[in-house]
């Protein structure tokens, strides 16, 4: 914080807390500038002019900034570009009120509260999602972040069948495509030789092989997360 005299007199400054002197100027000036408080507490600084008088001192009240969330972030970790996510601070410190940021990202309506709405950009592949504790005070001082990493969702899939092959023909099989920790609102799985295509809500492509048997299978599963 910087302080000035008026009118723009050389003096001697000093800070004073609890009756101690903490800081005198070396040389007479027009400021006392970038004074950095270090802990909270009642100061009172005072300008002399040399060889003269001690005008009225400045008190200032310096309030403690807010600790860090000591809770935690709650939401998703893998994302998709352009669709909304939910976040959440699992504890709200008292006299104070969570205050959010992201990078690589917007908030949909408010930035304070317990939680937060949060929309990827397209084409950034990792983000943050960080909450600050803001004090209730006039002040409204920060504390330090706590933050949340968040990555791209690529969603690839091992695709498992039910049994071993070969298969008879005119038989059925179950495949089961693995996520890996993904979760899809739909599927979408097609063949390499025979095209089939099928939308199905969940992870299971049930087809007859009977016209399929003579010729090599690729299955190739298309993922959607419809947020």
């Known amino acids: 914080m910087t302080f000035?005299?008026?009118?723009?007199?050389?003096?001697?400054?000093?800070?004073?807390?609890?009756?101690?002197?903490?800081?005198?100027?070396?040389?007479?000036?027009?400021?006392?500038?970038?004074?950095?408080?270090?802990?909270?507490?009642?100061?009172?600084?005072?300008?002399?002019?040399?060889g003269g008088c001690t005008g009225e001192p400045k008190i200032v009240k310096v309030v403690a900034t807010p600790p860090a969330p000591s809770g935690n972030i709650t939401g998703e970790l893998k994302v998709c570009a352009g669709v909304p996510y939910v976040y959440t601070l699992s504890t709200i410190a008292p006299g104070t009120v969570p205050v959010w940021e992201v990078t690589n990202g917007s908030i949909q309506g408010s930035n304070s509260g317990q939680s937060v709405t949060v929309i990827f950009n397209v084409g950034a592949t990792s983000f943050t999602v960080s909450v600050r504790n803001k004090s209730l005070d006039p002040l409204g001082c920060l504390s330090a972040p706590l933050t949340l990493a968040v990555q791209k969702a690529i969603p690839s899939a091992i695709i498992t069948?039910?049994?071993v092959g070969p298969y008879c023909p005119s038989s059925t099989m179950t495949f089961t495509a693995d996520l890996g920790g993904i979760v899809a609102d739909q599927m979408e799985w097609s063949l390499r030789v025979l095209t089939l295509v099928v939308l199905y809500p969940g992870k299971e492509l049930i087809k007859s092989l009977s016209t399929l048997m003579k010729y090599p299978i690729i299955l190739i599963p298309r993922i959607f997360v419809l947020k």
Request: proline share 10%; glycine share 2%; aromatic share 10%.
């Open 161 to 163: 069948p039910a049994s």
């Open 4 to 50: 000035t005299s008026n009118p723009n007199t050389a003096v001697i400054w000093q800070v004073t807390k609890d009756n101690t002197v903490l800081y005198t100027s070396p040389t007479p000036a027009t400021a006392l500038s970038n004074y950095l408080f270090s802990s909270a507490g009642v100061y009172m600084i005072t300008a002399t002019k040399p």
